[in-house]
């Protein structure tokens, strides 16, 4: 299958400070990347759709201006943490989809454990 | 509320038995695609159905989709202490903007050995 790479896997960060969290398609050029949410023991929450080369759309309830996200090139995708707060701890991942239509899938990169203190 | 449905979210079995998670909708899916994750870990591709009715099997694994294309079954024949994860469904529509996937809110699979 396709091979989606996250960066860091960990990070820790004090309160106030901003975290880039990169996402990177490496066999295949990604037009649409999407940034999960995960929080302990339950399923993946969808935070937003990264469009290479346009605004990202962000889900209901999530702040744009704390989630920045970038997708500049058809392999890379960025989300960025602005002014981290300890409730912004959670598991971060990113995934990119192939093909379209009936044959849609999607590959995760490895998750990103983010941890504020 | 869940576009997609799944059952039980949490499945405690001893190493040997058999068990079944079920992923159900109201809505029509293109596709669906089961993922199993573990803890730290993003969630890997298992199997993607496609056709109404369509059974995959990956060893041990068997994959079923409804035929109205609303729901699906994920069935483990003699399961290992190495199926231990979550266990996770997404639909696919045809056309779906940027082709986002609908999530199951998971099924975590605990076999005890």
């Known amino acids: 299958g396709a091979v989606v790479s996250q960066h860091p896997s960990r990070v820790i960060c004090k309160s106030g400070t901003s975290v880039k969290i990169e996402c990177r398609s490496l066999?295949?050029?990604?037009?649409?990347m999407f940034w999960y949410r995960q929080f302990p023991k339950q399923s993946l929450m969808l935070m937003a759709t990264s469009n290479e080369g346009s605004k990202a759309t962000y889900e209901q309830g999530v702040e744009k201006d704390k989630f920045l996200i970038n997708h500049a090139s058809l392999t890379l995708s960025t989300l960025t943490v602005t002014s981290a707060h300890p409730e912004d701890s959670s598991f971060y991942i990113c995934?990119?989809?192939?093909?379209?239509?009936?044959?849609?899938?999607?590959?995760f990169g490895q998750g990103t454990r983010l941890t504020v203190v | 509320t869940q576009l997609l449905e799944q059952s039980p979210q949490f499945l405690s079995i001893q190493e040997g038995e058999n068990l079944t998670v079920y992923c159900n909708s109201s809505?029509?899916?293109?596709?669906l695609q089961w993922y199993r994750q573990e803890p730290g870990e993003g969630p890997v591709l298992l199997v993607t159905v496609v056709t109404g009715g369509e059974v995959k099997k990956l060893k041990r694994l068997t994959f079923q989709f409804g035929d109205a294309r609303k729901d699906s079954s994920l069935h483990i024949t003699a399961a290992q202490p190495g199926d231990t994860g979550l266990y996770l469904c997404?639909?696919?529509?045809?056309?779906?903007?940027?082709?986002?996937?609908?999530f199951g809110g998971g099924t975590r699979v605990l076999v005890k050995p």
């Open positions: 066999d295949f050029q990604a037009t649409t």
């Open positions: 995934s990119a989809t192939t093909a379209g239509g009936r044959n849609t899938e999607a590959f």
């Open positions: 809505s029509v899916f293109s596709s």
């Open positions: 997404a639909g696919a529509r045809y056309k779906a903007a940027g082709n986002k996937l609908t």
